[in-house]
């Protein structure tokens, strides 16, 4: 809280300010406070008090440097050291808690995808979150992909952990798990959302003018997963891992021009296009629906 006198130093002293019968609280620093001290005219014996006008009585507390600040500015000046340091708490663990990828060696290869958990199973049952979650309440982080610099894949994760390779590894081979049980859940009692998913990939992969790198392997995703599962022909699932690993998703240049941008993309979707050009839903697929 400032002065409310000067308005620049920090208040810290309290006066009560008499004037023609009237008594206000200010709350002002030492500085103005020691002002406030300063004798009035008259008091000096210099001019007669009767008659001088009524004179500004200021009563000043907590003018000695032992005593405590009034309990409003007590109050304030507690609140912000309490936050400061809640702050600066955090700060510091965070600073400490330094986040490292766990490798996806030990994982099934299946699950894996450019280097990263592939989740479709959680991600079309809507368990992405939960997952997310539980990595969090036992000190670890799922981390989404992130392409071009923006865009967020909620498919493909990354997990890490700080200093506890063991436990990242005890909780990959329970996320492997989890994600077998959500895969064969999807299929066997919503395949309508795989095929759908895999339909809709189709659909703008063979139909697409242009074609973001981020784009490609988010579309591929769930095309992977059907193909596993026999509901999508034309393509095998190799061919649709070493087209996600190939994709080049770094960002474009900032000196890129929208032309440039949209021819690159346009060649992107013209090489796609052709390669899945005869990809189709499966009898299997048809059957399911």
């Known amino acids: 809280m400032k002065c409310e006198l000067c308005h620049k130093n920090d208040a810290t002293k309290a006066i009560t300010v008499e004037k023609n019968g009237k008594s206000d609280e200010l709350y002002v620093c030492a500085e103005c406070a020691g002002k406030s001290e300063a004798p009035a005219d008259g008091e000096n014996g210099t001019e007669d008090a009767s008659d001088s006008q009524p004179q500004t009585v200021v009563t000043v507390t907590g003018i000695s440097s032992g005593e405590k600040p009034p309990p409003i500015v007590e109050a304030i000046i507690g609140a912000f050291d309490n936050a400061l340091n809640m702050l600066s708490g955090r700060g510091k663990k965070a600073a400490k808690k330094k986040f490292r990828p766990f490798p996806v060696s030990e994982v099934p290869p299946d699950l894996v995808l450019r ?35 923006h865009f967020e894949c909620t498919r493909l994760f990354t997990l890490k952990h700080a200093g506890e390779p063991e436990k990242a590894r005890r909780f990959a081979m329970e996320l492997a798990r989890r994600e077998r049980i959500e895969r064969e859940n999807v299929f066997k009692n919503f395949p309508i959302v795989l095929i759908d998913a895999a339909s809709r990939s189709i659909g703008v992969l063979q139909n697409c003018k242009l074609l973001a790198p981020d784009e490609v392997v988010d579309l591929l995703c769930p095309l992977r997963f059907a193909v596993a599962k026999g509901l999508v022909s034309g393509i095998s699932r190799t061919q649709i891992e070493e087209l996600a690993e190939e994709t080049d998703t770094t960002p474009y240049s900032d000196d890129m021009s929208n032309r440039e941008i949209d021819d690159i993309e346009a060649m992107q979707a013209k090489e796609v296009s052709a390669l899945f050009k005869k990809v189709r839903l499966t009898s299997l697929a048809g059957k399911l629906l």
């Open 115 to 149: 280097g990263m958990f592939h989740l479709e199973g959680c991600f079309l049952s809507g368990q992405s979150q939960c997952v997310i979650r539980a990595a969090k309440a036992i000190g670890l982080s799922l981390e989404p992909a992130m392409f071009a610099g």
